[in-house]
């Protein structure tokens, strides 16, 4: 059982983040998102999901995650933020976690750019 109510009170966290890539760039998009999935597969404990998609003319991504707890996202971030840097670079990026955050990790995205979206809704 996951989400609110979960074990311990613990909460499955989900993470969106939408790029449209610079001219050029999709093909580095692809290369460094094999090396975070190696990292991933490699190192994280809690990650439970990690999937980028493309559309069709390969000019935009989504790479949906999805975590045990705020605790697996945070080691993940600290597994991949030397390629996250780049990752970004190669064209314009909005994210979005969705979840209820520990104070950790609303810390930790404070003035990061990443949007926090707290349950109200689910069936």
């Excluded at 993940?76 to 780049?86: N, P």
């Excluded at 955050?101 to 404070?110: D, F, G, V």
């Amino acid at each position: 059982i996951t989400g609110p109510g979960g074990p311990n009170g613990m909460s499955e966290i989900q993470g969106v983040a939408r790029f449209t890539f610079h001219e050029g760039k999709v093909e580095e998009f692809k290369r460094l998102c094999a090396q975070v999935v190696d990292v991933v597969r490699a190192k994280d404990n809690g990650t439970l999901e990690y999937a980028i998609y493309l559309n069709d003319d390969q000019t935009e991504g989504v790479v949906y995650e999805r975590y045990e707890d705020s605790e697996a996202v945070v080691e993940h971030a600290t597994h991949v933020g030397d390629l996250m840097e780049a990752i970004f670079a190669t064209g314009s990026v909005s994210s979005e976690l969705l979840g209820t955050p520990s104070a950790e990790l609303t810390a930790a995205t404070a003035g990061s750019g990443v949007s926090l979206f707290r349950p109200f809704l689910s069936m």
